[in-house]
């Protein structure tokens, strides 16, 4: 079995630990994608819970979506995918910041922000298109491969290298699972 099935079968099992059942009405089915991209969203969905609901109120309204669709545009990136990383990053928060020190909708570390042009990572329109920019970068650097990529985006691209993979973190492996999950849900 190679790394990448070992660690695919880690993080199926440890959802099926992790994760509450899904709820008892079924959802409205999500919209057909195809290819590698669709096919790891939808196995991404069997990991969502009933916390990942969108918030109340906010039913088919995702915020800076304009910003979102023309970013993801810009870059060659998916939008529902952007969008899954902005709500698992920053839940659209603007002013969110982490004890790391990451800032903004997209969480971007300082240096990173600096690298891609970002001088206000506070700033919607700057954090979003920094956000992209970094997310393609990562996609091209792992074959668009959007599990590598996030996890990279979320561990360190040397991380994913070093483990040929999702590497085998708790956070990184639920956070990809996330965004994926929020990816398939959203609709910008």
Do not use: C, W
Request: negative net charge.
């Amino acid at each position: 079995m190679s790394i990448d099935a070992t660690v695919a079968r880690v993080s199926e099992l440890a959802a099926l630990l992790t994760f509450a059942p899904p709820p008892a009405a079924a959802p409205a089915p999500a919209p057909t994608q195809t290819g590698a991209f669709g096919a790891q969203l939808a196995g991404a969905m069997g990991a969502a819970t009933a916390t990942d609901a969108v918030p109340a109120g906010a039913a088919g309204a995702t915020p800076y979506a304009a910003e979102i669709s023309a970013a993801a545009a810009r870059h060659g990136v998916d939008p529902n995918l952007l969008t899954g990383l902005i709500r698992a990053e920053s839940n659209f928060d603007p002013g969110a910041t982490s004890p790391a020190g990451a800032q903004g909708l997209t969480q971007l570390m300082p240096g990173t922000a600096a690298s891609l042009g970002v001088t206000n990572p506070l700033d919607p329109v700057q954090s979003i298109d920094g956000g992209a920019r970094y997310l393609r970068q990562q996609l091209d650097r792992f074959g668009n491969d959007a599990t590598k990529a996030l996890a990279a985006y979320n561990a360190g691209p040397g991380a994913v290298e070093r483990f040929g993979g999702v590497p085998p973190y708790e956070e990184t492996q639920n956070y990809v699972r996330r965004v994926l999950g929020y990816a398939q849900r959203s609709i910008t």
